[in-house]
C-alpha cells in the first residue's frame, strides 16, 4: 500500500543529489535525501526502488522511509530532511523567587536528626512551608545545581 507517493521536481532532484553526493552535512540529512531520490515517482526518475530495497541497501527500518514520505508529502521537503523541532511548549513550575527559597532553605541548619540537608528533604520541607504545592527532587537538583551553593557543608578555617 503506498500511502504518501513522493514525486519529485527537476530541481529538486538536483538538490539531493548534490546534497547525497557532497559529505558536508549531517549523515541523518543525506539518509533522508536518499530515501526521497529514491522512492520519487515522478517523470524525471529512471530506476524507482521498493521500500525494501532501500531498506536493505542503506540499512534502515522501512519504518523511517515511511516517516521521511510522509513528511515531504505532508511538510515540504525541507522538513523531511531536517529534523523537526519540537512542538510542545512547558510551563515553568519554579521562578527566581522560588528558586532563591530553596538557596536560603538549603544553606539553614537541616532538620534535627539530619547531619545536611538531602534533595528530598528540600522538596518536602518546600511544600511543608508552602512555597510550591508540589516539586520532586530532581527539580531541587536541577535549581540547585544552577547555583554554587554546597548542601550544607561547614567552611573549615
Known amino acids: 500500500m503506498n500511502k504518501y507517493i513522493v514525486t519529485l521536481t ?6 539531493l543529489s548534490g546534497l547525497a553526493s557532497k559529505g558536508e552535512h549531517k549523515s541523518q540529512k543525506i539518509l533522508n535525501a536518499l530515501i526521497l531520490l529514491g522512492c520519487d515517482a515522478g517523470d524525471f526518475q529512471t530506476h524507482r526502488s521498493t521500500n525494501e530495497e ?10 523511517k522511509i515511511d516517516r521521511v514520505k510522509k513528511r515531504f508529502v505532508e511538510e515540504g521537503i525541507d522538513i523531511a530532511l531536517d529534523k523537526r ?5 512547558y510551563k515553568k513550575k519554579t521562578d527566581g523567587d522560588f528558586e532563591a527559597h530553596i538557596v536560603a532553605l538549603s544553606c539553614s541548619d537541616p532538620p534535627e536528626g539530619f547531619g545536611r ?9 518546600a511544600v511543608e512551608l508552602e512555597y510550591i504545592d508540589s516539586i520532586s527532587h530532581e527539580a531541587i ?17
Open 54 to 63: 532501500m531498506a536493505k541497501v542503506l540499512n534502515i527500518s522501512m519504518k
Open 141 to 157: 537538583r536541577r535549581i540547585l545545581k544552577k547555583t554554587n551553593s554546597n548542601l550544607g557543608s561547614k567552611k573549615v578555617g
Open 117 to 125: 540537608w538531602s534533595l528530598r528533604l528540600l522538596a518536602d520541607k
Open 85 to 89: 523541532k519540537a512542538d510542545r511548549i
Open 10 to 15: 527537476k530541481e529538486e532532484r538536483e538538490l
